[in-house]
Structures are given as C-alpha cells and as structure tokens.
C-alpha cells in the first residue's frame, strides 16, 4: 500500500471517515504519521472550543473577581480557586461519574458521557478558571492615569470598560494567556486517558501513538512523531497569537512593544 493509499484511508479515521479496522502488523511509518495525525483533529477541536468559549466565562470571572460586590466576587474567587486547586485529570473523572450519574434518571445527559461534549466542557471549565485569573491579574495593573485620563473625557460605565479597561486588560494579559492557550492543547492529550471512552478506537493523537507503542513495543517511533505534530502546534499558536499581540500594542512605539515569551508550564 502506498503513502497516498494510506492518507486517503486513514487521514480522517478519528472523526470516522475512513477503514474501521486499525492496521494489525508490520505498521509503516508512514501509518504511524497518518493516525497521529488523524488524532490530531480531536486534540485541535478540544482546544479551539474550549478557548473560544472559556474566553468569555474568563471574563466574567475576572471582573467578578475584581468587583466590591461581594456576591460577585466571591463565587468567581471560589470558582477559579477550585478549578486551579485540582489536576485536570480528577476534574475528568469527577465530571464523567457524575454525568454518568445523571444519564441514568435523565436519559438527556447521554452525550455529556461522551467525549466531544463532556470532556469538552471540563476543559472550558478548567481554562476558563486559569485564565481569569490572568485577566483579574491584567485589571489589577493596568495604569491609574490610564482611568484618570477616562475619568477626565468623561467616560463612564460601558464605554469607559470598552474603550479603556477591556484592551489595556488584553494588552497586558496577552502573553500570559498565550501560554495558557499553549498548555491548554497540551493538556486535551489527558482528555482519553481520563473516563470518557474512545468511541470504535477513534480517539486522539495520544491514544493512536499509545496504541503503536504497544503494538510494536516501541515507543522512540510514534511518541517523537506525537511530540513533533504538538511542536508544530505550538508554533502555529505562537505565530497567531503573537500577530494579536501585535494588533494589541500597534498603538505604542515598537521600543515599549511587549514580547511574546514562551514559559512551560510544568504542571496543572
């Protein structure tokens, strides 16, 4: 079988548009490119959704948190607290006995067993909690003669928020929430190692280079093309978010421009 033969059969096994049966023996390392890759698309699907909508959750977490009102900044402290208190890795188990729990007396809670959704919603979750805490740590440095200045045109409420607070809030926490964006895709590889099932073996990148490992009993082949597919990801998110950052600071000379720093995260 060829390298082209195999893409077309394989290039699109983990959203179920290709063969069922995974290859058996004497794997090809042009295979062990395609199901990884395949994979992939789960692994970008987690992380793509789970920022788009934690953006906003973050947000609201964030001012909640910043707010005099204590029945708004205590459940955003709470919150954020209990979410960045706890592995990710608990937060998955925890979240699939307990929809499991309900599936049962609510037959509606059915997809949140799986995958796509429920894992889906623990990430949003988990980002949501780090990332406002960066967001709250942005509106807590942003410049007093910025809102002085505000103060001074006569800006008040909305228009004082969305001309002033919200992007100097975005300016300044930007290349913190990149590395969380980067973290975030990282950790969707824990997403089926965690309860929710790998439904017909169509799982993750992780879960493909799991299962050549085992196969072959060597894991220097699939696992280096795993970590090449994530570095590869990695760049992607660093070259558009850095254009972002650019988009953010275009306003100020390029000497007093922020730079997008890389810092890894160790651990959740």
Known sequence: MSCLQTIQDYGLRSIGIAERLL??????????????????IWN?????????????????????????NKWLRKPSEWFIFLFRGSPLFIQFFFAYFFFLSLKKPYPMFDAFTSAWLGALIVLFLNTAAYTGEIFYGALRSIPKGDLEAADAYGMSGWSRFRRIVWPTMLRLAW?????????????????????????????????????????????FVPYPILAFYFIVLTL????????????????????????????LNLAR
């Open 23 to 40: 290859p058996k023996n004497d794997f090809t390392l042009c295979e062990q490119f395609t199901l990884i890759g395949s994979g992939m």
């Open 44 to 68: 970008v699907y987690f992380g793509i959704m789970a920022l788009a909508t934690g953006f906003f959750l973050a947000t609201a977490l964030a001012l909640g948190k910043f707010s005099a």
């Open 175 to 219: 290349p913190a929430y990149t590395n969380e964006a980067i973290f975030l895709f990282h950790a969707t590889t824990l997403v089926y190692f965690s309860a929710f099932p790998a439904w017909q073996q169509r799982g993750d990148a992780l879960y493909y280079a799991s299962y050549f490992a085992d196969k072959t009993f060597n894991p």
């Open 236 to 263: 992607v998110i660093v070259w558009g978010f850095g254009l972002i950052n650019t988009h953010l600071n275009r306003h100020l000379p390029v000497a007093k421009q922020g730079k997008m720093k890389f810092r």
